[in-house]
């Protein structure tokens, strides 16, 4: 490395370097080094540094605590690299088996110049931080972060850097109070500590237990962040005029009144019973709130005429909404999650501005009344999750275009006879997931005219699809997706088939009682690009008439019948069928594929998994593919040979993943399948990754 004399940039960032390689110091020229890893043994030590007086930009220096001599910091002369921007400092390793008092003595010699714009220091376990780390005449400094420094009991006088905006202080377990040592003292009436700051974390300052505030102080702040820090008892900044972000997180100690802040907009409050407001007053410009296991509501919510997104949670003594919730004039967006004894919101009605709703794990709660929406006609988004003891919502909701239930279990839906007027009318996407209602075993989608996406999965209780006798002269023009997952007694769809000219994609898994696909897919689904069939047993062709022509890919996995019947595919008449998955047939013993002419010749990607009896692919069934460029073959166990004639001409890329008879005998140069794909011009033998794989994933 020392030999390359003249290089300028060495970028070893996002590497795993244990140590720098011998001869850094030779590199006097360079201009961009991203790190430094001082060595422990015979790896280059932080005096290497001293003659790149060129470098510039970003610079980390981590494993610090290699460091044996304190005067090889001095050596590296950091204060004299004028043209570093950001400078990080990291140590490493357990704290009970450092040198605390060398530590101190290498970050005090430490001290960078004072151009530096950014600074970090990370798991120091010096005692004290240095006196220059709160030098006034650190004129450029924007942004500091102190982290996991265990042993400090005090901060620095950060106060007096005068261009500091962002500054965050973490697990700093030796702090107790912070008081006027962090704001300094220049010895000037004038002087106003943090006069730029603009954003203040304190994070997991677990002993801190006094915060001494001042009467003027972060004249500029506008986010501050107080999380986890369980023994801190007060005080909070009684007057901050520029904040616009309050959050306080896990804080069961905390005593105090929220500062006056006139342009907050966002407060987040969590575990933290006793912080109170002075008024709501003082919050009208609020326009996030976000209340977190907290046992009272600590605002009065009627004078928060900007409020627009409101978010209860985890708030185990709330039984019922504020009844003032339909002041909240400007509110577009409510949130109530995880509240078990909120049973009732009979006396509440939503705000008239609100556009969406969702409420989840509320274990109580079994209605969402008529009169909620008695004063709404907005609402367009609405989700309903995990609510045990669920069973109705309003039948009516006329602005609503997309409605989300999952595991609901006792929700009853309306029957189909009673949706047929005014039923949710403007409706786009609907997403039903763990119903077991018994109303629900017909699905009537013939009545959502404006439906682009419907997803209905695990309702145990399904059996058909229908369109209402005095609607089966209506297409469902705007329906685009159509997806059912897991509905075991599902048997059949309308029997004239969906009126859905402009589907694009339709899935069907896990139906094990489904005997056939809609009638008239080649004449009503003309628009259909995206098939997947998947554990469907009982299908046993596609419909008379065949698949439509628009269909671009098709996917089929363990539906035996089918499968068996798969001479009778017709997939030749399909001129724009591009891509193919064939996966999992546990019934048959196929031990060669595909068969002559199964596959069309416009296919361009094969992907064939979970063939456990497949031993060859057969040319004649292959032979003809000359548009195929994507091969890929998954979970063939026995497959170890290619065609003799070899793989089309066109392939360009082969992926086997599980293959491993396969995969032996394609290495290159020496396997006997190699001289059969030596022509692909991108190989990849994938790693199968069990703890992230999910089985459908190959074929989804």
């Known amino acids: 490395m020392g030999k390359l004399i003249n290089l300028r940039h060495l970028d070893i960032s996002d590497t795993s370097l244990k140590e720098m390689p011998m001869g850094m110091k030779g590199l006097k020229r360079l201009q961009t080094l991203t790190a430094f890893v001082v060595g422990e043994d015979r790896g280059a030590k932080i005096k290497e540094l001293r003659d790149m007086s060129h470098l510039g930009g970003r610079l980390c220096i981590s494993k610090l605590q290699n460091v044996v001599d304190a005067m090889d910091v001095f050596e590296a002369n950091l204060k004299g690299k004028e043209r570093l921007d950001e400078l990080v400092m990291q140590w490493d390793g357990e704290a009970t088996a450092r040198d605390l008092q060398k530590e101190t003595t290498v970050l005090e010699k430490l001290q960078p110049h004072n151009n530096l714009k950014e600074l970090t220091i990370e798991h120091y376990c010096g005692e004290k931080f240095p006196n220059w780390l709160g030098e006034h005449s650190f004129t450029n400094m924007v942004s500091m972060q102190l982290h996991d420094c265990k042993n ?113 907009n966002e407060l987040v409050l969590e575990e933290c019973d006793d912080v109170v407001s002075r008024s709501g007053v003082h919050l009208a410009s609020l326009t996030s709130l976000n209340v977190s296991n907290i046992c009272k509501i600590p605002v009065e919510l009627q004078y928060l005429h900007s409020l627009e997104w409101l978010v209860l ?92 239930i999952l595991g609901c279990g006792k929700l009853e839906l309306p029957l189909p006879q009673d949706m047929v007027h005014n039923f949710y009318p403007s409706l786009t996407r609907l997403s039903i ?47 685009k997706h159509i997806s059912i997952r897991h509905c075991p007694n ?38 259909l690009e995206d098939l997947s069939i998947i554990i469907c047993p009982e299908i046993d062709s596609f419909p008379e008439g065949g698949l439509p022509t628009s269909l671009s890919q098709l996917k089929i996995s363990s539906c035996c019948k089918l499968e068996q019947g798969r001479v009778r595919w017709n997939l030749q008449t399909l001129p724009f069928l591009r891509k193919i998955i064939i996966g999992v047939d546990e019934e048959e013993r196929l031990e060669s594929f595909p068969e002559k002419w199964l596959l069309p010749p416009t296919l361009t990607t094969l992907t064939i998994w979970g063939r ?47 293959c491993p008879l396969l995969k032996k005998r394609c290495q290159r140069d020496t396997g006997e399948e190699w001289p059969k794909i030596s022509h692909i011009s991108r190989i990849v033998f994938e790693e199968f990754d069990e703890g992230s794989f999910r089985p459908l994933d190959v074929i989804l």
């Open 612 to 658: 456990e009896n497949l031993k060859s692919l057969d040319n004649k069934g292959l032979q003809h593919l000359t548009s195929l460029e994507t091969l890929k073959l998954r979970f063939c166990y026995k497959l170890k040979h290619f065609p003799k004639q070899g793989l089309p001409s066109s392939l360009s890329c082969l992926k086997i993943c599980e």
């Open 490 to 527: 599902l048997e059949s769809f309308p029997q004239g088939g969906l009126p859905t000219p402009n589907l694009e994609r339709l899935s069907i898994l896990n139906c094990e009682k489904l005997k056939s696909l809609p009638p008239q897919m080649r004449t009503l689904l003309t628009s």
């Open 433 to 479: 997931i763990g119903i077991d209602c018994e109303s629900l075993t017909s699905f009537p989608i013939g009545l959502f005219t404006k439906l682009m996406y419907l997803d209905i999965m695990s309702c145990t209780n399904l059996e058909s699809l229908s369109i209402p006798e005095e609607l089966r002269h209506v297409d469902l023009t705007s329906l």
């Open 152 to 264: 400090c009991s005090s901060l620095p006088s950060l106060g007096q850097l005068g261009s500091l905006k962002e500054l965050s202080i973490m697990r700093i377990d030796g702090v107790q109070k912070v008081g006027q040592e962090f704001y300094g003292n220049i010895g000037s009436s004038s002087f106003k500590p943090f006069e730029a700051l603009e954003i203040l974390r304190f994070e997991k300052i677990l002993e801190w237990e006094e915060w001494v505030c001042r009467e003027i102080e972060f004249p500029c702040l506008k986010e501050l962040y107080i999380k986890i820090c369980p023994k801190l008892k007060k005080d909070l900044p009684k007057h901050l005029p520029k904040l616009t972000k309050l959050e306080i997180s896990k804080c069961g100690q905390l005593v105090c009144r929220l500062p006056m802040a006139p342009f907050i």
């Open 313 to 404: 949670s985890d708030c185990p003594d709330l039984n019922e909404l504020p009844p003032v919730l339909h002041k909240l004039t400007s509110l577009k967006r409510l949130e109530i999650k995880g509240c078990p004894r909120l049973s009732s919101v009979s006396e509440v009605e939503l705000p008239s501005m609100l556009e969406f709703l969702r409420v989840q794990q509320c274990d109580s709660l079994e209605s969402l009344p008529e009169g909620l929406m008695a004063n709404n006609t907005r609402l367009q988004d609405l989700s309903i999750m995990h609510c045990g003891s669920l069973r109705s919502l309003p039948s009516c909701i006329s602005s609503l275009e997309s409605l989300f």
